[in-house]
């Protein structure tokens, strides 16, 4: 197979996130010769940085809350946070210690080379690495996934403020935590902490939490973290950041707030540089790559034959569900067979902030954007019988967005919120039209129940 510093292959993947890992290993399977390439942790953002981390720190966060809700339901609890199980449980059973052994025996099992490094393509179906160049018969996959971005605040840079890649690894909690942006991360990473008794302090510009989620969101949200100890102030200008012996000194609309870590949130930017795209025409000075609907890239509107591309770089929702669906549809596409072709209609999102955020689909604003004739229906979740019967930690809500018998969008807010949400993803997915959602039968006593309402007051 291998000529000097050159290799003939069938396939090369770039970065194994969920979705090239899951390609690697598809392709592989069933009986190409596939080299997987990564220069960071086989997995990805999600198993070390991300998802798993997260949502261990979140769970035990979540246990303390509800401990603390016995008080208004069963009786008097005594809880005594301690931060050193999390850290034990993130180290040892999410990132084995950060060590990536087990993803990349999985890849090695089912036939993948793995080679480590960083990949560079040099020109149509070559990627070179370290010094040796891969032939790809049939395709190149793109699968070089997101880092963390910061903002253009003075003084920021050359601070040691945390990202998603530090906060993980925190073996001892701060007294106090500044946190930048009131995306996903940022909000589900401040409840966490003030449920551990951090003073927490979260700053976006946007003038709500979750401001790309229906404005209901933001309003309950900041509601729900201001009950847990945490200073949500949106809307304001970040002037400027300084560190020094007490910590970060932000200036926040001309105050200062001070804090002893800070966390910066702010959003992700998609790892494209360095790729050697330019060689093959394909612009990488852009926030994501353009697909088909078989996840060939496009260069210029035409399609590149040999080039696949999944996950955050794609720009279609930055999680490893979208990143695993998108590498189904290029594992098909590359084997020749046919099937579905990728459909983004249904992407649900869910934050795993308490109460949980689950949306799916089209926001009302987006709607009208794309010039539907909408008519949405909201319900609080504390009218349906399971909403009161659940009593403390009941709040939440169903939104729903639709144009005639066709629902466009849904949020699902409330305990379990993301689970409510897979009926609204069907409903969207499969085309089930509002009078059939109607029709239906709900369980009692269910958070599920809301959408009945919702569904009603659609008229
Ligand atoms: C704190 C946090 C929490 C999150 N929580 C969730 C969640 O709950 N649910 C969810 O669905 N998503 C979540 N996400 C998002 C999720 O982590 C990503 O969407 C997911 O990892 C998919 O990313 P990806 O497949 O694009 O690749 P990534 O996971 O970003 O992996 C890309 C890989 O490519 C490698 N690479 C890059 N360039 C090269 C190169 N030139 N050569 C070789 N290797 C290269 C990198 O080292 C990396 O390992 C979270 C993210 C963060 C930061």
Not at 425 to 440: E, K, Q, W, Y
Request: charged residues 25%; glycine residues 12%; hydrophobic residues 40%.
């Amino acid at each position: 197979m291998t000529d000097g510093g050159m290799a003939d292959v069938d396939v090369v993947v770039i970065g194994l996130g969920p979705g090239g890992e899951a390609t690697a290993n598809k392709l592989a399977r069933a009986g190409l010769t596939v080299v997987g390439v990564e220069r960071g942790l086989v997995g990805g953002e999600c198993p070390y940085y991300g998802c798993n981390p997260s949502k261990i720190m979140i769970r035990a966060a979540d246990a303390l809350a509800e401990t603390r809700r016995t008080a208004q339901l069963a009786g008097p609890t005594t809880v005594e946070p301690d931060w050193d199980l999390v850290a034990e449980r993130i180290r040892t059973e999410a990132t084995h210690d950060w060590d990536d052994t087990q993803s990349t025996n999985r890849l090695l099992e089912a036939g993948v080379t793995v080679v480590r490094g960083h990949g560079r393509v040099v020109g149509a179906r070559s990627v070179e690495v370290e010094g040796t160049t891969y032939r790809a018969r049939k395709a190149v996959v793109l699968n070089t996934g997101t880092c963390p971005g910061a903002p253009p605040i003075d003084g920021l840079e050359g601070t040691p403020y945390w990202t998603n890649r530090d906060v993980v690894k925190v073996a001892e909690l701060p007294r106090s935590l500044a946190v930048l942006g009131a995306g996903p991360i940022g909000a589900e990473l401040s409840q966490a902490f003030a449920r551990f008794g951090v003073e927490v302090t979260l700053l976006d510009v946007a003038d709500r939490v979750l401001s790309a989620e229906e404005p209901e969101v933001g309003a309950l949200l900041a509601e729900v973290l201001a009950k847990d100890g945490v200073r949500v102030r949106t809307g304001v200008d970040i002037e400027s950041v300084s560190h020094g012996d007490a910590g970060f000194r932000l200036h926040v609309d001309g105050e200062p707030v001070v804090a002893e870590e800070l966390l910066v949130a702010t959003g992700r930017v998609p790892q494209l540089q360095g790729l050697g795209l330019d060689t093959v025409g394909v612009d990488a000075d852009v926030r994501h790559l353009e697909t088909d609907t078989q996840m060939r890239v496009l260069a210029d509107g035409r399609t590149v034959d040999w080039l696949w591309a999944v996950g955050d770089i794609v720009g279609k929702g930055a999680f490893t569900h979208t990143s695993i669906y998108q590498s189904s549809v290029a594992v098909r596409s590359i084997l020749g067979k046919d099937g579905p072709e990728a459909d983004f209609r249904a992407v649900p999102r869910v934050t795993y902030t308490d109460p949980e955020v689950g949306s799916v689909g089209l926001t009302e604003q987006q709607a009208r954007e794309a010039g539907r004739d909408v008519r949405t229906a909201t319900v609080d979740l504390a009218e349906s019988a399971r909403g009161w019967l659940h009593e403390v930690g009941n709040r939440g809500l169903i939104k729903l967005v639709a144009d005639g018998d066709e629902l466009l969008g849904a949020t699902s807010v409330g305990p379990a919120g993301g689970e409510v949400l897979s009926m609204l993803t069907t409903a969207i997915h499969g085309r089930v039209p509002v009078s059939t959602l109607r029709s239906m039968i709900y369980p009692y006593p269910t958070f599920s129940e809301s959408v009945r309402s919702a569904l009603a007051r659609l008229g």
